[in-house]
Structure formats: C-alpha cells, structure tokens
C-alpha cells in the first residue's frame, strides 16, 4: 500500500524564482470586517495560535486578508458553509465593507493557474486542510525575493481573487471608504442575487 504524498514546499523553494503578480499603487482591494474595528488588522493577535489559511505555525509573522473584488471578501466571510439558504441580518449589519487602497506597488506570489506548477504545488494546498496550506505561506513569506503577500483563487467563487498580505507590507495599504454591507444597496442585492441566497428579516 502505498501513501499519497504530502503537497509540501519543495526542498528547493528558497532558490526558485516565484511567479508573481504586482498590484499597482492606487488600487483599491476590499477587505470585510466588524465595523467596530479598524479595517487593517493582521493576525492572529499576538499569542493567539493560527486560525487562517497562510497563517504562521510558528508565529513569525501576521497576515491580513482581503479580496481583490467585493465578491471574493463576500464569499470568504459569509458563504463558508455551502448548506446555508439565507443570510442573517444582523450579521451583515455588524460587518462592513471597506475599500482599501494600495498605497505602493505589492508584489504577490502567484498561487493560482501555470503559478502553482512552477512553485511545486497543486490546488490541494489552497482546498485542503490548513495543516498543508500553512507551511506553503510560511515558505512564501521567507522566500529571498521577499514578497508582500500571495494571491489567490477565492475558495468559494473562484471567478474572483483573495490576498493574504504578509505584514511587512502593512505600510503598503491604506483605508479609503467604508460601508455597512445593509447599508449598501447597490452592491448587496447584486451579491444576494450572484450567489442564489436570501436575507433574514
């Protein structure tokens, strides 16, 4: 019986040259959060162990996560369970969505489409277990080419793009505008509609 490897970084990954992908300055990305809190935030908090996917095993650094569209930062808060018909009210009251914008250049290790081959890696590490998508952040992050982050296919919509950026970069992103997603009734009932689910009185 023989066992199916591990999809971890490759022995060589610190001498590969990375495909990467450069969002230029004057960019907006979006990020959704509780609204009583500052929009930038990177985690987890200092002694907090890891509860996303490229964060740090060994809590060297932190990472902020945001989408590239409105819809990708929608689907990865909001529709992690495939099963639920109807979203709550509440909850979208107490979150909002804020533009930020790129103050700078980034620069992304390509997770996703020819990336993954020419970084040894496969799908499986972006819709398998945190235990496998962990240690690929923690290679990306100490890469020598020192990247601000990684981007990839949104797990839940995968028209759409998620960026997990490392907080070396965290000068590199600034607040631009914010709303409560209720409050927005232009972009809600266009994502309600997108994604085939209903709202809670």
């Not at 020419?118 to 020192?146: E, F």
Request: net charge positive; charged share 20%; aromatic share 8%.
């Amino acid at each position: 019986m023989t066992t199916k490897r591990r999809p971890s970084p490759p022995a060589n990954f610190a001498t590969r040259s990375v495909p990467t992908v450069t969002i230029a300055a004057g960019v907006s990305v979006v990020r959704i959060h509780d609204h009583t809190k500052h929009p930038i935030w990177f985690g987890p908090a200092p002694g907090a162990r890891p509860r996303n996917r490229f964060d740090d095993p060994k809590g060297k650094y932190r990472v902020c996560y945001m989408g590239k569209t409105l819809e990708a930062a929608f689907v990865e808060v909001f529709l992690r369970d495939v099963s639920i018909p109807l979203l709550s009210r509440a909850d979208l009251v107490e979150r909002a969505a804020t533009d930020l914008i790129t103050t700078r250049g980034i620069t992304l290790i390509q997770f996703h489409g020819n990336g993954l081959h020419k970084l040894g890696a496969t799908a499986q590490v972006l819709n398998g277990s945190y235990s496998i998508s962990r240690p690929w952040g923690r290679a990306c992050w100490a890469h020598p080419s020192q990247p601000d982050g990684i981007i990839y296919r949104a797990r839940h919509d995968d028209d759409h793009f998620s960026i997990a950026l490392f907080d070396r970069a965290k000068a590199a992103i600034a607040v631009s505008a914010a709303t409560t997603l209720v409050a927005d009734l232009t972009e809600l009932p266009a994502l309600l509609v997108r994604y085939g689910v209903g709202l809670t009185p």
